[in-house]
């Protein structure tokens, strides 16, 4: 009498193989990829980021302004852009002195900052003064989340910056986040932030 005999052919092993492939394969299409679930999970990560660094800076500026447009009504002849040094402490007490970096400039010999002293994951702070009577607060936010795609068009604002479709980091440039806050001799002007990418040398 023949027993039965039970045991993988080489097709059924072929067939069971190819089937773990596919499944493998639109598994990592979910995950990755353009719109995949890891891809869309650090472009939620990016933009929470961002919008947490803009909410910080814009209540840093409305308490700047608040504080110029007190000074103004109280003093006779008050100009915002006099006391342009005395308003960086406001800046660090609204985002957090253990956030922000001030880098100091002069308005008689360095008029900008050197992105080589810009510290990532952190609000670079400094003022520019190249602008005659109008300093302008600039406020440089650098962070790896920023890893999405920047402006294709190149800018200068007001730190030097370049044009890339490249996502960060590349080479000799890192994505930004770049805000200013102008003072006139009668007012406080805010510049939103914007996204590009900085030329490190």
Do not use: C, W
């Not at 009504?73 to 100009?79: L, N, P, S």
């Not at 520019?128 to 795609?149: E, G, H, L, R, S």
């Not at 890192?174 to 030329?199: D, G, M, N, R, W």
């Amino acid at each position: 009498m023949k027993k039965n005999q039970y045991g993988v052919t080489l097709i059924s092993l072929v067939v069971t193989i190819v089937v773990m492939l596919i499944i493998a394969g639109a598994a990592i299409a979910t995950l990755g990829g353009d719109n995949g679930i890891i891809t869309n999970a650090q472009r939620s990560r990016a933009g929470t980021s961002e919008a947490e660094v803009v909410e910080k800076i814009g209540m840093a500026y409305n308490n700047i302004r608040s504080k110029a447009s007190s000074n103004m009504a109280i003093e006779v002849g008050y100009k915002p852009s006099v006391h342009v040094e005395e308003y960086l402490d406001g800046i660090k007490s609204d985002i957090g002195a253990d956030d922000v970096n001030i880098i100091e400039t002069d308005p008689d010999g360095d008029l900008k900052a050197d992105p080589e002293d810009f510290a990532e994951g952190k609000y670079n702070v400094y003022i520019d003064y190249t602008t005659a009577n109008k300093p302008v607060i600039v406020i440089v936010y650098t962070d790896a989340t920023f890893y999405q795609p920047v402006p294709t068009s190149a800018t200068t604002y007001p730190v030097a910056t370049t044009a890339t479709t490249v996502e960060y980091p590349i080479d000799n440039q890192y994505a930004i986040l770049v805000a200013q806050i102008e003072f006139t001799t009668s007012s406080v002007k805010y510049v939103e932030p914007i996204k590009t990418v900085l030329k490190t040398n």
